[in-house]
């Protein structure tokens, strides 16, 4: 009798596992295929080829910044300096061009060099200053936006450049520039983070940071390289910004952008706890708040209420994730 029963059990708890590991590896991505099929039921315009390819050109400065919160986030930390950021090194950027006639290579160095500094010094603070991320990067939000509303006295800094507005507005094979440019950087932070012992260290940092100083991993490096990587995303965002608009706004640009890569990453599966995320869920988490906001604005919902929607996915996403 109870060898019947175990016989019977087994091919049920095998299904188990498959659905359990299913359900754990791509949750997200199922959520993003039942929600497009939704999207396009309530809407006949969402599967126009003009408005996926809006779609992904709207969600690829996010994307790009919520790639260097993957890592923070990984690590058990936070960021909250991005949007700020990205508007400090636009600001490096654009007056590098307009005010000293820099070319448009040495501009885009400079602003990459922005972005590496600020997530150095974050990660300075949090390792050396023993300052909670939250605290640190909340300090730097502040202090990059106001560095850039002083130089621009509170303005917009416009260039005229036709050259580089190419980055933010061209198109290639029907595609815009900045998806490609999404999507090679999907593909290094993937390579980076899954397939390097340093993205190892990553996990194993943020899963356990007592364990891993006594495996000899550096702490300190690790947690100053994830910094340094969110800061340098931010500044590869600014770079789009910038060329799109060819100009930047120093109070509006970057706005409440830090918001949206947090919640891209936790739709995607990360931790807030550390120890846990992919690259490939924040992608998918990217496209699910992408999708929504889309959709919403094709059924004239209200923007102020859009946010509601969104906080929404946000807690069910974390609920998830305590259930699991």
Known sequence: MSNTAIEVNK???KQRRILKYLWEQYSVLFALIILIIFASILSEHFLNITNITNVLRQVSIVGILSLGMTFVIILGGIDLS???VLALSGTVVMASQVTYSASIPVSI???LICGLLVGLINGLMVTYGKITAFIATLAMMTIARSIALFYADAGAIS????TYAKIGNAYAFGVPIPVFIFVFMVLLSYIVLEKTVYGRHVYAVGGNMQAARLSAISVFRVTIISYMICGFTAAVGSIIETSRLNSISTSTSGHMYELDAIAAVIIGGA???GGRGRILGTLFGVLILGVLSNIMNL?????YLQGVVKGIIIVAAVLLQKRN
């Not at 260039?159 to 036709?162: A, E, R």
């Not at 059924?299 to 923007?303: A, E, H, M, V």
């Open 299 to 303: 059924l004239n919902i209200s923007s």
């Open 11 to 13: 091919p049920q708890t």
């Open 109 to 111: 160095i400079l602003g």
């Open 271 to 273: 931790s807030l706890s």
């Open 82 to 84: 991005v949007g700020s």
């Open 159 to 162: 260039g005229m450049n036709s």
